[in-house]
């Protein structure tokens, strides 16, 4: 079990708006920023929002990223087939003293 | 262009060990937080271990305490991850990562601002 806990799976049609949650405890998303990656089938992830809500450059910005309280929400407006992916949130845990990741959503279009 | 390339995986029985390096190029590796991130087949992504610039602090997963040392060569331009006592549930491909620099607008540095740059991986299976 994932010390944050992410939705295994998600879907939406192309030109919807996908949210998947992360949620965590006070002594990760609480206190620290969230992190999300996506991993495209058989490649390594990809940095795709840091800071809770910021996006490196090269990502569209159909990607955001939010947080409140212990969970946070990755949202992908107008999804589309490139994003069929699985996306893992991640934040720095005080009480582990290590980096966590949520177990991961597949995200399907369909 | 930031490169970081894995290698040293391979079939181990267990309770064997591997060493693990990871050559960086298209940076300044001293500067940079480096880390391990592991996934096991069809599974999820699991951090192992970090290490600061410039070696002096180490953080590691709680299954790999003990086991697993991290270290890094900044003159080499190199990482590495020690894994002694290997178990089966080792097995999984793992990938180098390079901890992302980051200021916020009120200019507070963030060292490790997540993981912007990730080899490809090498897989490393325990089995007998």
């Known amino acids: 079990q994932s010390v944050l806990t992410q939705p295994p799976s998600a879907s939406g049609s192309p030109g919807q708006r996908v949210a998947i949650s992360c949620s965590g405890s006070s002594s990760n998303i609480g206190s620290n920023h969230v992190y999300w990656y996506q991993q495209l089938p058989g490649t390594a992830p990809k940095y795709l929002i840091y800071?809770?809500?910021q996006r490196p450059s090269g990502v569209p910005d159909r990607f955001s990223g939010s947080k409140s309280g212990t969970s946070a929400s990755l949202a992908i407006s107008g999804v589309r087939s490139e994003d069929d992916a699985h996306y893992y949130c991640s934040v720095w845990d005080d009480s582990l003293s290590g980096w966590v990741f949520g177990g991961g959503t597949k995200l399907t279009v369909l | 262009e930031v490169q970081l390339v894995e290698s040293g995986g391979g079939l181990v029985q267990p309770g064997g060990s591997l060493r693990l390096s990871c050559a960086v190029s298209?940076?300044?590796?001293?500067?940079?937080?480096m880390s391990w991130v592991r996934q096991a087949p069809g599974k999820g992504l699991e951090w192992v271990a970090n290490i600061r610039e410039d070696g002096s602090e180490k953080f590691y997963v709680d299954s790999v305490k003990g086991r697993f040392t991290i270290s890094r060569d900044n003159a080499k331009n190199s990482l590495y991850l020690q894994m002694n006592s290997l178990r089966t549930d080792d097995t999984a491909l793992y990938y180098c990562?390079?901890?992302?620099?980051?200021?916020?607008?009120?200019?507070?540095?963030?060292?490790?601002?997540?993981?912007?740059?990730w080899g490809q991986g090498t897989l490393v299976t325990v089995s007998s």
């Open positions: 800071r809770n809500n």
């Open positions: 990562v390079r901890g992302a620099e980051d200021f916020d607008s009120s200019g507070f540095y963030y060292p490790e601002s997540g993981f912007d740059y």
């Open positions: 298209g940076f300044t590796f001293s500067n940079y937080y």
